[in-house]
């Protein structure tokens, strides 16, 4: 059911790569809520052309950005205002990658090159489109910024390795860019802190299926899953929430606030 929350709202989702992802999900239902927006995800991504699928489902416009390099993110802000026909009053970052979860690498033996690369892809990159749209004056007042990020910020999940470290400089940069943007443009900035989800990203942690199940079983409503991500996503993008910035927002089911659950003890004593 829609309510048409995000009528004549423009936006920039990134980080679509199939129809698993938390970005392909928000976008269905941003576009169901009214809002329209360009899709944008790595160049090497897009090599599948499976966002020209969602694309012409929603009917928007995808431009390719790495989202580590200013160049490419100075180009699609300004493409997409133009596109749109006017600023911005939303961006989803959905992008997290590191190559040494990726390939393998114990946590007592990172390679360091990599480690750089996680917190550029993974973190920086959410100052990076920040500072271009501020710069670029692209944002609207009452603009609303969204990052995903993950528990593994303030507990340690052992396979989520250098992730961990990402996601920290994530959320501690929605802090101070959230003070920033609010005093300047009255621009909320905040991130989503979601249940583990079955995901490309997601299935690359070491362990992922029996995580899931763990994670579920210690959270009250059960996971969130992708879909539910979305729905809060929408309230997020809504003029619903605008006193809300600089906040790390659990969307897990009750996962953070629980010390064990009755499922996990069933679990074990079987
Ligand atoms: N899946 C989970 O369990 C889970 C849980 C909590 C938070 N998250 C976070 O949600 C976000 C989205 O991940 P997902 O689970 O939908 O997986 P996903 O694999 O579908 O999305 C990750 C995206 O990051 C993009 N990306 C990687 N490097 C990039 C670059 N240099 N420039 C631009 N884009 C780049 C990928 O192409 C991909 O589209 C990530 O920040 C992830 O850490 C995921």
């Known amino acids: 059911m829609a309510y048409n929350l995000l009528k004549g709202k423009r936006g920039i989702i990134f980080g679509a790569l199939n129809d698993q992802s938390i970005a392909w999900k ?17 160049p090497i991504a897009m090599r599948m052309g499976e966002i020209n699928k969602l694309a012409e489902k ?55 090159d990599w480690y750089l690369k996680t917190l550029d892809v993974s973190a920086l990159s959410f100052h990076k489109v920040m500072q271009v749209a501020e710069k670029q004056d692209a944002m609207n007042e009452w603009g609303s910024i969204l990052a995903l990020s993950y528990i593994a910020a303030q ?20 802090r101070s860019y959230g003070y920033r943007f609010a005093k300047n443009k009255n621009v909320r900035v905040n991130t989503i802190s979601q249940s583990p989800t079955v995901t490309t990203a997601g299935s690359g942690v070491g ?18 899953s992708g879909e539910d991500c979305a729905n809060y996503i929408v309230v997020m993008f809504s003029d619903l929430t605008r006193k809300v910035t600089m906040q790390n927002l659990m969307h897990d089911g009750g996962f953070s606030s629980s010390g064990i659950t009755d499922d996990l003890i069933e679990q074990l004593t079987k």
Do not use: W
């Open 58 to 112: 929603c009917k928007a416009e995808v431009i390719p950005a790495d989202a580590t390099s200013m160049e490419d993110l100075e180009n699609l802000v300004s493409k997409s205002t133009e596109i749109l026909g006017g600023k911005l009053d939303f961006i989803l970052h959905s992008i997290g990658m590191s190559p040494n979860v990726r390939k393998g690498k114990d946590y007592g033996d990172l390679n360091y």
């Open 155 to 174: 507990r340690t999940f052992p396979d989520y390795s250098d992730m961990a470290q990402a996601k920290a400089v994530l959320e501690s940069i929605a």
């Open 207 to 224: 362990g992922f299926d029996v995580f899931l199940d763990y994670a579920d079983k210690m959270s009250p409503l059960g996971n969130a």
């Open 26 to 42: 928000t976008a269905e239902k941003v576009f169901e809520e009214g809002g329209s927006f360009v899709l944008t995800n790595a």
